[in-house]
């Protein structure tokens, strides 16, 4: 049996959830379509398509193809019925979604699309054997053992998920977590029309007149994120320089994605533009304070933690939704992003959340490395 549980296993089933919700928001307008559920099956070639639309849906699912591969492959699957498992998974997963699009007016079942998911799980899961036949698992499986302490699954987990966060439209850079506005959406939706509707009516507007974070808050907030990964990194890495360049490996990881995620809201010509002396300042502070919180044990990180994430959810809280980050969203809500905007929605509304429930996890197991 295998020491570690996988951080496959976690993984695929919420990369699963994601494509669901991709493929299904707005999760509006549901109608009994006119038309069989597997009409779309024998459409011809679509009239209007882009190549951006080909590889999204062919790149969507090599992740599920590859994580379901790798997580059954961990489990004593053999290789090549783990293959065949994790595409047979994908293609109905796919099918399914495509399906169930008929009853939704704002989405177009389409074959194409089912093929491509299909062959993007296929490359995934291919993926993921020749890495195990090449002995690319047995070798992770040695360095976790090394870098990390027993049952961190859920803990690689958070911090594989943490760059793919950063690629949605942020107030701040590294400010995970600004769900407030969408939660008073949905709130004011629920009490539409009940006596409480006018207070969350001037609730919501007292909110939107929110003074802009000062330079000191939007300086804490960076440093606030970049160093919420290092410490549910320190709270299952073991002791000594691996935790240090964890740090660094955080801060070149999240320099990168921020780079990436401000290309593609901003265009290329602007994709340093998020690199100011304040920005700077505070990923030199993060690293200094990481190197130092790096030498605690790790119970002692994840308390720390908990204290830093509770301090970035409260600061990304009173940031407000300035106009070049409203049309960003919309960018990536009503534009080319659709794909993508479900799942990286939604890590970078949750991931702070979830990681403050996994500190709070680790803080209460009982392990011998702690």
Known sequence: MARHRSSASPLAWLYGALIVYASLSPFTGWRVPGVSLTHYLTLPWPRWWTGFDLAANLLGYVPLGALTCAALVRRGTRRWLALLLAVVAGTALSLAMESLQNFLPQRVASNVDLALNALGTLLGAALAAWVHWGGGMGRWETARERWFIDRSAGGLALLLLWPFGLLFPLP????????????????????????????????????????????????????????????????????????????????????????????????????????????????????????????????????????????????????????????????WEQGRFIRFHGAARWVGWLWPYAAITYLLARLGARDEHS
């Open 172 to 331: 701040v850079p590294l400010g995970m977590g600004q769900v407030l506005a969408r939660a008073q959406e949905a709130l004011a939706i629920l009490v539409q029309d009940t006596a409480v509707a006018p207070w969350f009516e001037t609730w919501i507007a007292a909110d939107l007149d929110r003074a802009a974070l000062s330079p000191g808050d939007e300086f804490a907030l960076i440093t606030l994120g970049l160093l919420a990964p290092c410490m549910v990194a320190f709270s299952i890495a073991r002791p000594g320089w691996r935790r240090l360049t964890l740090v660094l490996g955080a801060g070149l990881l999240g320099g990168l994605a921020t780079t990436l995620s401000t290309t593609l809201n901003f265009g290329p010509q602007h994709a340093w533009a998020w690199i100011t002396p304040q920005a700077v300042a505070a990923f030199a502070l993060a690293t200094v304070l990481g190197g130092l919180v790096s030498l605690m044990p790790p119970r002692a990180a994840a308390g720390l933690g908990l204290m830093a994430l509770t301090a970035l959810v409260v600061l990304v809280a009173q940031a407000p939704a300035d106009p070049f980050f409203a049309e960003s969203l919309q960018g």
